[in-house]
T-cell receptor
Framework: DAKTTQPTSMDCAEGRAANLPCNHS???????VYWYRQIHSQGPQYIIH???NNETNEMASLIITEDRKSSTLILPHATLRDTAVYYC??????????FGTGTRLQVTL | DGGITQSPKYLFRKEGQNVTLSCEQN?????MYWYRQDPGQGLRLIYY???????QKGDIAEGYSVSREKKESFPLTVTSAQKNPTAFYLC????????????FGSGTRLTVV
């Protein structure tokens, strides 16, 4: 599975959009981009995934560049409850997802 | 409600004792996984199982054992051979034939003294 690179930490003001970047320059054609988040001391929660088209659900939007080498997770109106570690994962199937250290998002008043 | 249950939430054991962590799911998921998380670190895969009576080692299987006798259950035993067993253990399950995401349990925090 392709490796991903994410910033270690980010801050976002409450009510503003949080844009979390992820680089995956070695992604192959059959690999999906998955995003999860982990609130302190809980199990990770699935957010969204995509192959090449942009995706949106009730939690977030996923923007994947045309060359698929990077993506951005967008939380349109961040709240304090969105403070968490966000993991970007690239994998060929839903099996054996590998979680790195992710991006620690701090939403502030 | 469907979900995945890990028990207990907190577990204390003396060094040298084996301990078994429970993981049960009623989501009818085919695959189940065990991850370990240390403070400030990501998740590392210990074992996974894609079908009943079959499982594969993950990245850090040494000192751990698992079984998958039923589709719903995937218990993890932390043996005395695991050199540093104190950690947060997370169980997950997923469909095997789709690209839907994992469902995680709430975790078991194991402390060995």
């Amino acid at each position: 599975d392709a490796k991903t690179t994410q910033p270690t930490s980010m801050d976002c003001a409450e009510g503003r959009a949080a844009n979390l970047p992820c680089n995956h320059s070695t992604i192959s054609g059959n690999e999906y981009v998955y995003w999860y988040r982990q609130i302190h001391s809980q199990g990770p929660q699935y957010i969204i995934h995509g192959l090449k088209n942009n995706e949106t659900n009730e939690m977030a939007s996923l923007i994947i560049t045309e060359d698929r080498k990077s993506s951005t997770l967008i939380l349109p109106h961040a709240t304090l409850r969105d403070t968490a570690v966000y993991y970007c994962i690239v994998a060929g199937t839903a099996s054996k997802l590998t979680f790195g250290t992710g991006t620690r998002l701090q939403v502030t008043l | 409600d469907g979900g995945i249950t890990q028990s207990p939430k907190y577990l204390f054991r003396k060094e040298g004792q084996n301990v078994t962590l429970s993981c049960e799911q009623n989501l009818n998921h085919d695959a189940m996984y065990w991850y370990r998380q240390d403070p400030g670190q990501g998740l590392r895969l210990i074992y996974y199982s894609q079908i009943v009576n079959d499982f594969q080692k993950g990245d850090i299987a040494e000192g751990y054992s698992v079984s998958r006798e039923k589709k719903e259950s995937f218990p993890l035993t932390v043996t005395s051979a695991q050199k540093n067993p104190t950690a947060f253990y997370l169980c997950a399950s997923s469909w095997q034939t789709t690209h839907y995401g994992y469902t995680f349990g709430s975790g078991t925090r194991l402390t060995v003294v």
